[in-house]
């Protein structure tokens, strides 16, 4: 009485799957081969609530590759020129390790270069290492891509909570900077972040580096990044009068921090890591904006290339080049110059030559950084932070004194 | 405890409270009378955030004024939606007419996202930053005015559906469409317009939210799961049940954020839908099960 | 031709098309096990990631911290989805939890899982959990070629998709749909709804904690968002339903037309500005719902040469 389960009557189902395969297997069998070109595969977000970010790195990738393939090309190939092929993450591991297999095997790309999130880079990451392909994290550094002891991995920042090198360390130093400038003894500190990989891990750093110096963390709020209504955070904060708020966040949730604390009254130094390091940020906050501290990887006013690389980016794109953006133009530099002394358009010969590159200031470095070369673990221990106040509209970089364009400015309104 | 924080927390939750109803009420709408889990609302209101935007960086006009035609554009395109999309498939089982609102979701964002890019936008208004103190509670002018509009919809909504005809016919088709039918109402004309108004309403929304938050694609979907739990908190179908569900929900979570680890705040809203599903399904002010 | 199926590895060698196949049997996996409890029995859960997510973290916390291999850990991880889906089951079907009711606390209930896990930093919280690399180690479930993976899953649909069938003709299967057609019905005539909806919840969940436990091992990392989150439980639903709800095959079907297309759109649309290829997606998915309201196999169904045993339509 029951149906029967009669297989032929399925015929028709297994035609079609039988269909759908073998289309699939020559669509995969179809590569192109393009002479006189080396590719690079670019893994970012380009869709979902990170794509903006996603955008902006794009286009600095591709005026890299612009760029270097103007200047001549991969000399020791032949004037080679460098060829972004991009995938997108969607900021999803399963999609990014996805995309890195695509990357690798359909578009035959010589290496990754990746974004964000930080799962999207272990998950990818973790691919190349079985392909043995070349991987280049040019931003992340949250702090287990570096511990699993891959051959293949290279990322160009120290992790964040490396005393000396990482972004929480150097949002805690000028912390310090910033209370000898004002004049002022910090005592009590809040620290805030988002909860994603990256809070935790920005605010673990600063946590630690408060401990040992003996600040007093009075405050320490991690909040979901998505959130409508941020007013409990500013309130906490006000009733914990600190003197400096370190906070770890991504634009948007900056942004209704931020005009929240305007209209709740609460005045003091705020610095963050590099979530507002955004032009849209300024536009978004007008006037609350100043006196804003910001860490960033690199500021288009620090040096005459640094000035001409952003006219020449917002010409092209309408905006002003991001310190994210700048970090994977540098990348290209990276692995230009990896290409140029591997002498061969191969993936294994790349990644001894990443092992082995090493970039001083000079034509090939645009980031403030003191040189970029990768430990044995692949981390680059060279690299640096600036930090940027927001003064009349626009960001200018205030610190280290050795890169300071202009001068820290103290808001009179704070600690009113 | 501090009497400062707690006032500003009653009072940010009655702001929030606002906003969140003001979302919820074309859902309520739109579920009450339809049934229909209308996931493609939150693109709704990102499409009226955007419409205010440009209204306001290319012919200068101020969002509340904007709204005068955003309201209009919203109710077109929710009707155009239903009469093309979800008319046809009225009568397939709901996890298809669901499944249909997730493709135009999906839709929608990222032709946004082609349209307008990611880029973050606001809208800077010259009065954005007046505050008005309520004891040691601080609010600015345009939550303030979100909150006002939003218990002026909510009055003007149930004042629609008490005393017109259309609110007559509406109430007769989701409480038996088979019986509306039979007494001449035209229901597939009433489903049009109910989504229309409802569509029409997250239009205002997103007028007045457009001067308070930050404008990107993904926006939508900050508010959507919220607006459901108030839309079931209040009763489907039940206005003033979702503006004081809004309120039950805003204040929950900004004095609950007091006392509780900000990260777990969300949670709250969690567990009371869940609460509320299994025990009182009708709401606090819904009617009898339906 | 099932055959077919089994020689694909041998007929490439290309990592990507394998990987491609791997993450469509998982996907027609899940889908096959969701639509036990959504498709059988009616009940449609937007929150069926939670029972993946206990599945992947309970093997993965295992493995990496006693060494238990996840092998064994995954048994343990479905017995306790499996007893989460009994409690949360019971609950609902308790308090007459039905249609969109059902379908938004089972998203409430997913979402408190979530939050919890983000926040919990013993079970990594936001980190989520990388699975410590074994290399090739058959034992613990992990291998450097694809090959493996391949043949496990396909067994696993394989598995699920009979399972599948022998709950549609048997009693229960019975019972399911009578329960799914009209409750009040089946239970005026004597039909027990409280055990036999549990009875779907329970199996539906405890293989869906398996094949937690195959991505953990897959991708080698696990976190909230991915496992446990909204956008894989709607993923899941959105093949089981594009495939044929209800139906034996259909979720597989779903799984099987629908990734590649993404992946194909992604492929080719990716470099350009954002978007168009989730354009391209949404836009198929509404017109699935529009034209074949019965999903793939309900328009298969409607060709003569082949007919689909069981119900197509809900």
Known sequence: ?416 | MDVAALVQAIVTGLVMGGIYALVAAGLTLIFGVMRIINLVHGEFLMVAMYGSFFMNSLFGLDPYISVVVILPLLFLIGSGFFRFLISPILSAPEINQILLTIGASIFIQNLALLLFTADFRTIALSYSRIKIQLGPGIIDLPQLVALLSSILLTLILYWLLKSTDLGRWIRAASQNREAALLTGIDVRRVYLFTFGIGTACVGVAGSLLSGIYYITPSIGWLFLLTAFVVVVLGGMGNFVGALLGGFIIALTESVGSLFMPIALVPVLKFIIFIILLLFRPQGLFGLKRL | MAFFFLLIPWLTDSRYFLHIFVMIFFFGYLATCWNILGGFAGQHSFGHAVFVGIGAYTSSLLFAHTGLSPWFGMWIGGLLAGLVGLFFGFLSFRYGLKGPYFLLVTIAFAEVFVYIALNVRAIGGSSGITIPLAGDAPFFFQFNGKMPYYYIILMMLGLVVWISYIIQRSRMGYYLIAIRENEDAAQALGINLMRHKLWATVISAFFSALGGTFYAQYILFIDPPSILGLGLSIEIVIYAIVGGIGTILGPAFGAFLLFPIAEVTRGVFAGQTGGIHLMVYGLLLVLCVIFMPGGIMGRLSQWKFLREDGPSKR
Not at chain 1, 198 to 211: D, E, M, S
Not at chain 1, 253 to 278: E, Q, Y
């Open chain 1, 1 to 416: 009485m029951i149906r029967e389960f009669n297989l032929k009557k399925f015929r028709g189902i297994w035609f079609l799957a039988f269909v759908l395969s073998i289309s699939l297997i020559f669509w995969n069998s179809i590569s192109v081969a393009q002479p006189k070109t080396v590719k690079i595969g670019g893994l970012l977000t380009l869709t979902g609530s990170l794509a903006k970010a996603g955008e902006e790195i794009k286009h600095g990738i591709e005026m890299a590759a612009e760029d270097v393939n103007k200047a001549g090309g991969i000399k020791a190939l032949g004037g080679a020129k460098i060829e972004v092929v991009f995938g997108d993450s969607q900021a999803k591991p399963d999609i990014g390790a996805g995309e890195a297999e695509r990357l690798v095997e359909r578009e035959k790309v010589l290496a990754i270069m990746d974004q964000y999130p930080s799962v999207v880079t272990l998950a990818a990451s973790a691919v190349t290492e079985r392909l043995k392909t070349p991987f280049l994290a040019p931003i992340s550094y949250a702090d287990k891509n570096a511990e699993r002891g891959f051959k293949y991995y290279f990322q160009q920042n120290a992790k964040t909570g490396s005393k000396g090198t990482g972004a929480a360390w150097y949002e805690f130093e000028y912390m310090e900077y910033l209370a000898k400038v004002a004049g002022k003894k910090f005592e009590k500190v809040a620290i805030i972040y988002e909860d994603t990989d990256y809070g935790q891990a920005g605010a673990n750093g600063l946590r630690n580096f408060c401990g040992e110096k003996g600040y007093k963390v009075v405050e320490d709020i991690s909040y979901p990044s998505r959130t409508p209504d941020v007013t409990p955070i500013i309130s906490k904060l006000k009733a914990a009068k600190p003197d400096v708020v370190l906070m770890v966040s991504y634009l948007g949730d900056s942004i209704l921090i931020m005009k929240t604390a305007d209209r709740l009254g609460f005045h003091v130094p705020w610095i963050d890591n590099t979530g507002k390091a955004h032009s849209s940020y300024i536009k978004a906050l007008g006037e609350i904006a100043e006196y804003d501290n910001v860490l960033n990887m690199w500021n288009k006013d620090l040096d005459k290339r640094a000035k001409e690389l952003n006219d020449r980016f917002k010409t092209k794109y309408g905006e002003d080049m991001t310190g994210h953006g700048a970090l994977e133009y540098q990348a290209i530099w990276v692995l230009k110059a990896a290409f140029e002394s591997a002498k061969k358009a191969d993936r294994e010969a790349l990644r001894v030559a990443l092992t082995k590159v090493e970039i001083k200031p000079g034509p090939d470095m645009f980031m403030p950084f003191r040189f970029i070369k990768f430990g044995s673990n692949g981390v680059n221990t060279g690299g640096g932070f600036i930090l940027t106040q927001v003064q009349s509209g626009d960001f200018v970089t205030v610190w280290p004194e050795k890169y300071a364009v202009g001068k820290v400015k103290i808001d009179p309104k704070w600690w009113k």
